[in-house]
């Protein structure tokens, strides 16, 4: 099976006045809708036309969360025709900065088809056949000036029972975030960082089968950490195109294109 990897659309809602949250978070970048809209739509065509059978949304949806660039989002998905059964959605920390409940109201609304396979629940478990996604959901409510991520004490029980699993462990099992496990240097780490992921990439060395996917850093990363790997796509909302892994032997295949 052939997965896409996107990450880091920023979509925003239709608005010709922004307030100061999204011109705060979208410093240096245009606040234009259609364009991240129209770069959103090109990234999903290019991974249809490169023979994408699933596709994976690894947080940064929107640009803070609010529910008119959910809706955005909603639009996007299925205007492209994406079957839900065909996409994995999770959040990140741009997705939270609006309301702390505006990812479970998204998936109870605008987002509602696309919730079977959405990160919500620590473990949740999105079984492709050949392989096995961990979606996670890392995000919590914080002030525009901070962009961490946090891996409770709840996701990592979760995580850890799934990879004990035998029948996931046999397959490739792709764990899915926003934030990259490796730290940030000094003080940054708190401030933009996956609080507790030292834990998870300790949960991850010894495991062949298993690869982190990641965004946040807006580029592309291929990091080996013990025997599993650490792989980051590039930011969609920056024009980049989607990233694709091959999926379906004893082990989680790295980029192949």
Known sequence: MRLAHLTDLHLLERSERHGFDVRFVSLGRRLDAEERLSKARRAIEAARANGAEHFLFTGDLTETGAAAQFEVLAELLGGCNLSPDAVTLLPGNHDAYTTSNGWRAALEGPLRPYAKHAALTPGHVVDLGVATILPVDSTFHQPVTRSAARLTEEIETGL??????????????????????????GPWQ???????????????????NVVVVHGHLHKLIDRPHGLARVLGGAATVDGAPPAFYELGSARAIGRVA
């Open 160 to 185: 850890a029972a799934r990879l004990d699993d035998p029948s996931i462990a046999k397959n490739p099992v792709v764990i899915a975030i926003h934030h990259p496990p490796h730290p940030r240097p």
């Open 190 to 208: 708190w401030v933009d960082g996956l609080l507790g992921g030292k834990r998870l990439l300790a949960m991850i060395e010894h495991r062949p």
